[in-house]
Structures are given as structure tokens and as C-alpha cells.
T-cell receptor
Framework: GESVGLHLPTLSVQEGDNSIINCAYS??????FIWYKQESGKGPQFIID?????DKRQGQRVTVLLNKTVKHLSLQIAATQPGDSAVYFC????????????FGTGTLLAVQP | DGGITQSPKYLFRKEGQNVTLSCEQN?????MYWYRQDPGQGLRLIYY???????QKGDIAEGYSVSREKKESFPLTVTSAQKNPTAFYLC????????????FGEGSRLTVL
């Protein structure tokens, strides 16, 4: 996978392979992180979240890893399917109760059949 | 079904005209947000409201206005003062301060002719 930061790279994978999407976040005081999936022309959909007191969380076919030392977040998708093709955004929360989120620019995941 | 409804989905506007984008939610959420999305970029916060009759500017509020007269409604007006209004606009809501997850609408695409 590619580190995304402020860029919009494309990650191309074969159907059935595992995908790893990376994100570098900016604020060491951020306490909460979310991954969203956005299909073309639609609003973002929640995938998985993780709090800063954790370093790993698993969902259905997805795992999020958090490395606070280097301010790095990753999303792993197991057995990638064509329906997983979309732009994936990471977001970090700062500002506590106001829930202001900083969004990354996203990574386009293209699944090849 | 519970969710967030944005309208219109597509809107064309002549330069110098104000337009209002509608956002309605039946999730009984207190907080609502407006984001702008440009191609190849992440979401940027325009305005947010944590409670009825109260709202705050986000990172790019210039040229926009909002109101929050009812809990379920948070309309956004794109004024003629907004110099580059062509974009995809996303409305979101959040249920409680303890959860970070934002629920997004399907978006409104505004094009200025």
C-alpha cells in the first residue's frame, strides 16, 4: 500500500487479495480516528473507528491499526472484492466534544477482477 | 428509514445568485455539520451546529451562511460572496459527544454556470 498523507494515490489490487491503505495523521493530540468509504457520487460511509488508547481493532473483513509513535493509521481489507472499489478516507478527531474531524485526501482502491 | 436527506442532488446556479441546500435528519441527532468536497481533496468543514439555535464557523465559512431553527434541519446557503462555489456539499450529523461517528447524507453537487 501507499502512504497517503496529503495526496490521492491509487491502490490497485486483484480480487481476493488483501488491501492495505495507509494514512499519516497530523495531530498527536487527536483522540479518535475513523475510516470512511466513499463511492462515486455518494456520501461517505463509516467503516471502522479506533480510539487513541488502542492500537488495533477488527471488524468484518477490516482491521484498523494505529501507531501513535509515528502518527500512522492503516486499514486492512481482507479478501478484497469488486464492491470494495471506492475512495477511502481516514479522519482524526481534535477538539473533543465538538467532534471536529480532519479528513485526509483519500486513497482510491481499484479492485481488478 | 432513519437517515439524512439532502436536496437537491444536483443544482445549477448563475453567478451572483444565492442558493440554499437542504439537509434534514430524522435520527434525533443534536449535532449537524456541513462539509465541502473538491476533486482529489478531503472534506473541509464549513459550519457546524451542536444544538438548536446555535452554530459555529468551520475552516472555510466565508461566503456561506446557515441556520438551525429546528433540530432536524440545517440548511446551508451559498451566497454570491463565495468565490468558487462549484463543489460537492455534504451534510452530516452525530448522535452524542461520546461517539465520533458522523452520518453523512448523499450530497448535493452545485455547479455555477
Amino acid at each position: 500500500g501507499e502512504s497517503v498523507g496529503l495526496h490521492l494515490p491509487t491502490l490497485s489490487v486483484q480480487e481476493g487479495d488483501n488491501s492495505i491503505i495507509n494514512c499519516a495523521y497530523s495531530n498527536s493530540a487527536s483522540d479518535y480516528f475513523i475510516w470512511y468509504k466513499q463511492e462515486s457520487g455518494k456520501g461517505p460511509q463509516f467503516i471502522i473507528d479506533i480510539r487513541s488508547n488502542m492500537d488495533k481493532r477488527q471488524g468484518q473483513r477490516v482491521t484498523v491499526l494505529l501507531n501513535k509513535t509515528v502518527k500512522h493509521l492503516s486499514l486492512q481489507i481482507a479478501a478484497t472484492q469488486p464492491g470494495d472499489s471506492a475512495v477511502y478516507f481516514c479522519a482524526e478527531r481534535y477538539g473533543g466534544a465538538t467532534n471536529k474531524l480532519i479528513f485526509g485526501t483519500g486513497t482510491l482502491l481499484a479492485v481488478q477482477p | 428509514d432513519g437517515g439524512i436527506t439532502q436536496s437537491p442532488k444536483y443544482l445549477f446556479r448563475k453567478e451572483g445568485q444565492n442558493v440554499t441546500l437542504s439537509c434534514e435528519q430524522n435520527l434525533n441527532h443534536d449535532a449537524m455539520y456541513w462539509y465541502r468536497q473538491d476533486p482529489g481533496q478531503g472534506l473541509r468543514l464549513i459550519y457546524y451546529s451542536q444544538i438548536v439555535n446555535d452554530f459555529q464557523k468551520g475552516d472555510i465559512a466565508e461566503g456561506y451562511s446557515v441556520s438551525r431553527e429546528k433540530k432536524e434541519s440545517f440548511p446551508l446557503t451559498v451566497t454570491s460572496a463565495q468565490k468558487n462555489p462549484t463543489a460537492f456539499y455534504l451534510c452530516a450529523s452525530r448522535g452524542s459527544a461520546n461517539t465520533g461517528e458522523l452520518f453523512f447524507g448523499e450530497g448535493s453537487r452545485l455547479t455555477v454556470l
